[in-house]
């Protein structure tokens, strides 16, 4: 009772985690942010279990509190951050770029990336509407709402972002005969 949950145990994370599970007793769990809880991963374990910068949790905790990593080109302090699909993890100590996708089992896999990739992301738009005003906006599969995108943008397009200004750069329509990534539903 008495608030959302903070806890995990290990047995309850999501498989697509890989976190072991007699290593401990529980797990970190994502703070509320852009990306809901099962379908994102916690900063702390991308440094630890994937990239294996901290071996324990005090020093991913360091890592992170020294202003070290940014995702999406915004430094995060929170160990906790969920990192989710299509995010750009950038560490500028060691000059690397991760954008964190899928494998073809649904597990998160971090594609090492140059520096020319790290500078726009692709959104799936899964909302279109109009704010106070009239002005066309839209909300994307990673929280973000975008203001005044071209008239043609609808739901289940892709768009990319430059991260640098904020601004849509391009669009791809979702029609018959495009390469898709798929995320979720019944058969994945």
């Known amino acids: 009772a008495r608030g959302p949950k903070k806890h995990m145990k290990r047995l309850a994370a999501p498989k697509h985690w890989m976190v072991d599970k007699l290593l401990g007793v529980f797990a970190p769990k994502s703070r509320p942010g852009a990306h809901k809880g099962r379908e994102s991963l916690p900063l702390i374990l991308i440094l630890r279990n994937r990239l294996r910068f901290a071996l324990t949790r005090g020093e991913a905790m360091m890592i992170t509190k020294q202003r070290l990593v940014e995702v999406d080109r915004r430094v995060k302090v929170d160990p906790k951050t969920p990192v989710g699909f299509m995010d ?80 849509v750069v391009d669009f791809i329509k979702f029609k018959t005969g495009v390469t898709v990534m798929v995320t979720g539903g019944a058969n994945t």
């Open 88 to 167: 750009i993890l950038t560490i500028p100590k060691t000059q690397e770029n991760f954008r964190v996708s899928y494998d073809v089992k649904g597990r998160f896999v971090l594609q090492k990336i140059s520096d020319e990739d790290a500078q726009s992301k692709l959104l799936k738009v899964k909302k279109v509407f109009t704010q106070n005003g009239n002005i066309p906006a839209i909300a994307t599969h990673d929280g973000r709402t975008l203001r005044y995108v071209d008239p043609l943008v609808k739901v289940g397009d892709t768009v990319t972002l430059d991260l640098t200004t904020g601004r």
